[in-house]
């Protein structure tokens, strides 16, 4: 025998084995592999691994989230499934082998919430409004008060089980928090991290969070108290203190120092790094030893660590691929693996069952009555309630650890672990049903150049990744011909990738009074828009925000922002850039977004495309004219092109062509309804009649046989041009079917795609737009079966 189990009396039980067990012989020379530390736990981390991941893979089209596959695998490899055959147990799971295991799974957690600090935007607090901190604080003391009400009538009126007894506080506490870290992965995992409802949920659940550590800082204090030892009293609270202060005033001066000498976009240096990871395992260690747990310990440096780059982000990115692929993972496995739900009796179920749904009951009523107060939809109040009983790590990390102290017995942690799984489980279910964040940008009235009267501001959204695109959206504003009776109102949203933070931002940015030292990317970018206002004070009125969100649901900033603004156009950087040389640089996170911005945007949009390298002639140049064409094949996103073009030809400097596509013989150019031609035809008679006016406007039309045809005219018009505009949507026709062969995933429409590809040497600017798809009650006659629709 390698290990034998002892206990003596109330001491409690340890184990012996056999010394220096680490690697093994191998089994040809007579050595038991899983004897030995290190093989065994590669097979341990390997079953956890693929059990987790294949039952993720069968529950995945059920909306369930991975904790609750990574539970159930536990709970597989445990008593409560394979671990039922005591030889598998002995031989897999050894008793030296799962302390390894805890140990290390405890390690994870730790790093997990010291990340968890990092990302903390504590300033979330101040902003989070009356409605967020109404939610907060009610969302847990009512489920507090009305868990602990029913757990006190249950023990004056039924004869309890001493373990259920002992266990029910701890339980009312676990059943009533909402922790940070688990309701941003799980609206991270749900992708509605920066939607409206995302927001308050993250900004509701640090106040729920500060609720909880009040009420545990008191039972804490009134523990202590019962000690009857003051120096053990003042010892406590003294050191907790001190290391706070010490926290506070060395670390966190310590922190923006790194930040003041590492300025955008270089990269903190390793040694930086090294010395974080340093203060970090040393901070850990003195927690332990002044008892306020190696996590508290880490919670709170990570709070002084300022969120994002430069530091911030790049710790989260040192760290988080290895904790949350192999540590987390990990943790959750071994809290299934301690299940056992052969051990569990029904009428102590009941009790606790009854206790946790009245407490999700009560979280749901706290939730949602500021709400309803406030007017927000039922679904999405609902939503949100549901959202804020979401449990997870924080949650099975408290019920190890009570279980740990022996407060809870094997049963009551088995059923408290089911509970937490079937919650999660049919919250994610649930809530994916209710709750659609795009639902809500249906605008409730044309948003559209073309139904914009001639002295209604002009409101623009621009949408900027980085410094390259500003260059190219100003030109194109510039020659939008802003006047004092219709002036340019100017929205621009600095779009930035969520790293080293674990909410989403959209915040308004605010103008310094003295300019920074070392601005940031979204200061260059918003004063040089600043700039454009300051030079022409009356044409433009500019606001400038910034989005902070995870790249698949940026749309969510673009669409919410457009819809609160009135937005009447949205203006997207293609997500193809021309580099240095005739390279280009492709990315397909802003493909993404484009393609969904296209589908769900309140207004029009627009795609610009500019081949030029990062430089626009339209800034810069002394140019006498500027010469726009208009390419016209029919349906209304070709209305909407030539209404903007309109717009610029009111500019002394611009020469506007619209060139009319026809096909020869009885072919149509493109398909659609008798309405739409007609709207064509008045669009083009109002054309005509402007190019009697003046001879900055021109007419033509052109004859094509095929799709060839079209591309050589096109990409000859385009050549002679500065700027070329055209819709983004055809009606179908044999000639933009032969079209749509040329880049049949494209976002930007059959001519749209020829014009932007990168075998199209030009220095022309593209704007490829698409009017309003999205209206209340909308039946569009240009959304009908005539119409090619371009798959998102």
């Known amino acids: 025998m390698n290990e034998s189990l002892h206990q003596s009396g109330s001491e409690p039980p340890y184990v012996c084995h056999i010394f220096n067990q680490i690697n093994t012989r191998g089994l040809l020379f007579g050595q038991d592999p899983l004897s030995c530390s290190v093989p065994a736990l590669l097979l341990q981390l390997s079953l956890f691994s693929v059990i987790s991941r294949t039952v993720h893979f069968l529950l995945k089209p059920l909306g369930q989230p991975l904790i609750v596959a990574q539970i159930l695998s536990g709970a597989i490899l445990g008593p409560s499934g394979f671990g039922r055959n005591l030889t598998f147990l002995a031989e897999v799971f050894p008793r030296k082998a799962r302390l390894v295991l805890d140990t290390m799974s405890i390690f994870g957690f730790t790093i997990f919430i010291f990340l968890i600090g990092v990302k903390m935007d504590l300033s979330m607090v101040v902003r989070s409004g009356k409605v967020a901190l109404a939610v907060g604080i009610l969302g847990f003391f009512v489920p507090f008060v009305l868990a602990g009400l029913v757990s006190f009538v249950l023990d004056k009126f039924l004869l309890l089980d001493h373990d259920v007894y002992k266990a029910l506080p701890h339980v009312v506490s676990m059943v009533s928090m909402t922790a940070f870290p688990v309701i941003t992965c799980f609206l991270d995992e749900l992708k509605i991290l920066n939607t409206e409802i995302g927001r308050l949920a993250s900004s509701s659940s640090v106040i729920c969070d500060i609720c909880l550590w009040s009420v545990m800082c008191i039972k804490f204090a009134a523990r202590l108290a019962k000690t009857n030892s003051l120096t053990v009293i003042i010892g406590s609270f003294l050191s907790a203190g001190l290391f706070i202060i010490f926290v506070i005033y060395m670390i966190r001066p310590a922190a923006f120092w790194v930040i003041r000498n590492t300025p955008e976009p270089r990269p903190v240096k390793e040694i930086y790094i090294f010395l974080a990871l340093v203060i970090l395992m040393s901070c850990a260690f003195v927690g332990e030893v002044i008892g306020i747990h190696a996590t508290t310990a880490s919670l709170v440096l990570g709070l002084v660590i300022p969120d994002g780059p430069p530091l911030g982000a790049a710790l989260v990115e040192t760290l988080d691929c290895f904790v949350s692929v192999m540590l987390l993972p990990l943790f959750f496995t071994v809290s299934g693996l301690q299940m056992d739900v052969f051990s569990v009796n029904f ?55 009570i279980k740990n102290q022996e407060i809870l017995s094997e049963e009551i942690y088995t059923i408290m672990i089911i509970s937490v799984v079937a919650v999660t489980g049919v919250i994610s279910f649930v809530v994916k049903v209710l709750y659609d964040p795009s639902s809500r940008f249906v605008a409730y009235k044309r948003r559209t150049i073309l139904h914009c009267r001639d002295n209604d501001e002009l409101r623009i959204l621009a949408c900027v990744h980085s410094q390259e695109h500003v260059h190219s959206i100003i030109s194109l504003l510039q020659l939008a011909n802003p006047t004092k009776a219709s002036p340019i109102n100017l929205v621009v949203l600095h779009l930035v990738k969520l790293t080293g933070r674990a909410s989403s931002l959209l915040v308004a940015h605010k103008q310094h009074d003295k300019p920074c030292r070392n601005p940031t990317q979204s200061e260059h970018i918003f004063n040089a828009f600043r700039n454009l206002e300051q030079q022409n004070p009356e044409f433009f009125l500019l606001e400038c925000y910034k989005g902070i969100s995870p790249y698949k649901t940026m749309y969510n900033d673009v669409c919410s922002l457009a819809l609160e603004k009135r937005t009447i156009l949205v203006i997207l950087p293609f997500h193809k850039q021309s580099i240095s040389q005739g390279r280009v640089e492709s990315s397909f996170a802003y493909r993404h977004l484009n393609k969904v911005v296209l589908e769900k945007a309140p207004c029009s949009v627009g795609i610009l495309i500019d081949h030029q390298d990062l430089k626009s002639r339209y800034v810069n140049s002394q140019k006498p004219e500027y010469r726009v064409a208009v390419l016209f094949f029919g349906g209304a996103d070709d209305r909407e092109a030539l209404a903007y073009a309109l717009k610029m030809s009111d500019n002394t400097i611009i020469r506007l062509t619209l060139i009319r596509f026809l096909a020869s013989g009885m072919t149509e150019i493109v398909a659609g309804t008798e309405r739409s031609k007609m709207l064509d035809a008045d669009t083009l008679n109002n054309f005509k009649q402007r190019t009697q006016q003046t001879e900055r406007i021109a007419y033509k039309e052109k004859m094509v046989t095929s799709g060839t045809g079209v591309i050589t005219l096109a990409r000859w018009v385009a050549n002679a041009c500065d700027l070329v505009l055209v819709g983004r949507r055809h009606g179908e026709s044999p000639i933009i079917l032969q079209l749509a062969e040329w880049n049949k995933h494209g976002e930007l429409g059959a001519i749209g795609e020829i014009l932007a590809a990168s075998e199209f040497k030009s220095d022309t600017s593209i704007l490829v737009v698409q009017q309003q798809t999205r209206l209340w009650g909308l039946k569009d006659p240009e959304d009908s079966t005539h119409l090619r629709r371009i798959k998102l």
């Not at 009854?354 to 939809?377: D, E, N, T």
């Open 347 to 401: 009428t102590n179920v009941g009790v606790i069952q009854l206790v946790v749904f009245v407490a999700f009951v009560g979280k749901i009523l706290g939730s949602m009555l500021p709400l309803v107060f406030s007017r927000m939809p039922f679904r999405d109040a609902l939503s949100l309630g549901l959202i804020m009983n979401t449990k997870g790590i924080v949650e099975l990390a408290f019920l190890n650890d």
